[in-house]
């Protein structure tokens, strides 16, 4: 079965940092471009960053570039999203998606079940 698998949500402070992983089971990541979504209560859902499969290619979205990074690790078939300086509006759902082209605007074939990530104080 080909799962995209989310990890590393949380509760943070304002100002804090996390780092959420995309792991993928049945199928090799690296090949795969890989974008990370968002969706909060009320709203849709929107893409925050992408990168892809040869690393080269990377996006972001306004509301984050400077504060989130993306990345790769090809020996453990995984993608990071280090995000830091966190606001109360970065609260989501955060979702994993593997697909052939990096692009916020893309449709992706296989998707994560989420993570949530709340910023609270």
């Known amino acids: 079965q080909l799962q995209v698998v989310e990890a590393g949500g949380g509760l943070v402070h304002p100002g804090g940092s996390l780092r959420l992983s995309c792991a993928a089971s049945?199928?090799?990541?690296?090949?795969?471009?890989v974008g990370w979504f968002r969706q909060a209560p009320g709203k849709e859902r929107e893409g925050v960053s992408c990168?892809?499969?040869?690393?080269?290619?990377?996006e972001y979205a306004d509301s984050v570039k400077g504060r989130f990074t993306i990345s790769r690790n090809s020996a453990n078939n995984t993608v990071t999203l280090q995000m830091n300086s966190l606001k109360p509006e970065d609260t989501a759902v955060y979702y994993c998606?593997?697909?052939?082209?990096?692009?916020?605007?893309?449709?992706?074939?296989?998707w994560g079940q989420g993570t949530q990530v709340t910023v609270s104080s």
């Open positions: 998606a593997a697909g052939g082209f990096c692009g916020l605007g893309y449709s992706y074939d296989y």
């Open positions: 049945g199928f090799r990541l690296n090949y795969f471009a």
């Open positions: 990168i892809s499969s040869s690393g080269f290619t990377i």
